[in-house]
T-cell receptor, first 115, second 113 residues
Framework: GQQVMQIPQYQHVQEGEDFTTYCNSS?????IQWYKQRPGGHPVFLIQ?????EVKKQKRLTFQFGEAKKNSSLHITATQTTDVGTYFC???????????????FGKGTLLTVNP | DADVTQTPRNRITKTGKRIMLECSQT?????MYWYRQDPGLGLRLIYY???????NKGEISDGYSVSRQAQAKFSLSLESAIPNQTALYFC????????????FGPGTRLLVL
């Protein structure tokens, strides 16, 4: 079945440093979503990318979707302590017709930030 | 008030006991999901439901059953709990569309002794 892999599993940075997490799927994705889970909290939707090669920005966060629609990345510029949490990518298989009802989640990257 | 609620938030039970985790939502979404989260394993889909009469198995349904009592309610049951079902359980909802986002409840932390 479809597998979604994320690296690294953990990342510890000093406040102000940049951070990147990478997501790779074993199959083509119709789209990819990113979620953030704060410690002790629940996953919260951040963004969805649909188009091949798409890049979207949310303030200090930059999301990219690969040309082959099998990989994605999340980059945070100048991390802050509020960025602490686990970042998950998730995607439905490429033949899902765009519906996200059956998401496969990556295992997540836990980001910790030293103030 | 939270849009997706789960009860209980924490539960300790013993091996062999039957327990039920409940999820309610006020978002008006038709689609509801149950996931379990284990450290280092991410979120894995247990069951999902498109509406009251449509329930489907997910990736790891063995040992679990569900009931969709109404559009707003989706319950997860462990018929005979075992220690490896110790995990954090999340309910989620979504509405089909171009950007079908999943909205998660606060989670239920379950410990099976």
């Amino acid at each position: 079945g479809q597998q979604v892999m994320q690296i690294p599993q953990y990342q510890h940075v000093q406040e102000g440093e940049d951070f990147t997490t990478y997501c790779n799927s074993s199959t083509t994705l119709s789209n990819i979503q990113w979620y953030k889970q704060r410690p002790g909290g629940h996953p919260v939707f951040l963004i969805q990318l649909v188009k091949s090669g798409e890049v979207k920005k949310q303030k200090r966060l930059t999301f990219q979707f690969g040309e082959a629609k099998k990989n994605s990345s999340l980059h945070i510029t100048a991390t802050q302590t509020t960025d602490v949490g686990t970042y998950f990518c998730a995607g439905p298989p490429g033949n899902s017709g765009g519906s996200n009802y059956k998401l496969t989640f990556g295992k997540g990257t836990l980001l910790t930030v030293n103030p | 008030d939270a849009d997706v609620t789960q009860t209980p938030r924490n539960r300790i039970t013993k091996t062999g006991k039957r327990i039920m985790l409940e999820c309610s939502q006020t978002k008006g979404h038709d689609r509801m999901y149950w996931y379990r989260q284990d450290p280092g394993l991410g979120l894995r889909l247990i069951y999902y439901s498109f509406d009251v009469k449509d329930i489907n198995k997910g990736e790891i349904s063995d040992g679990y059953s569900v009931s969709r009592q109404a559009q707003a309610k989706f319950s997860l049951s462990l018929e005979s709990a075992i220690p490896n079902q110790t995990a954090l359980y999340f309910c989620a909802t979504s509405r089909p569309g171009l950007q079908e986002t999943q909205y998660f409840g606060p989670g239920t932390r379950l410990l099976v002794l």
